[in-house]
Nanobody, 119 residues
Framework: QVLVVESGGGLVQAGGSLRLSCVASGMISSINTMGWYRQAPGKQRELVATITSGGDTNYADSVKGRFTISSDNAKRTAYLQMNSLKPEDTGVYYC?????????????WGQGTQVTVSS
């Protein structure tokens, strides 16, 4: 079992910043990729940013230049620094972790953390 826990969400005014954290724990031998996804009300979940264990990153066009994903492999933690927030960034942010335990690959999600950006 792999547990993924997000933190750091909240209410912020447009133009403000927030930093999200995601910690993975449990039966983990290695982590390949950690990522952030978000889901706005009435919309499908979408990719925000991902980072591999080697440090390669990928961002949605809508957040490039404003958001930065980073990770600490030893701590099995990923971060999402969100600057210049816009009302359209509002949603539930989910952390996804993909890797392997000693038996098989895993793909685990956290419960999500709410981000609300007021105009």
């Amino acid at each position: 079992q792999v547990l993924v826990v997000e933190s750091g969400g909240g209410l912020v005014q447009a133009g403000g910043s927030l930093r999200l954290s995601c910690v993975a724990s449990g039966m983990i031998s290695s982590i390949n990729t950690m990522g952030w996804y978000r889901q706005a009300p009435g919309k499908q979940r979408e990719l925000v940013a991902t980072i591999t264990s080697g440090g390669d990153t990928n961002y949605a066009d809508s957040v490039k230049g404003r958001f930065t994903i980073s990770s600490d492999n030893a701590k099995r933690t990923a971060y999402l620094q969100m600057n210049s927030l816009k009302p359209e960034d509002t949603g539930v942010y989910y952390c996804n972790v993909m890797g392997r335990n000693i038996f098989k690959p895993f793909n685990s999600w956290g419960q999500g953390t709410q981000v609300t950006v007021s105009s």
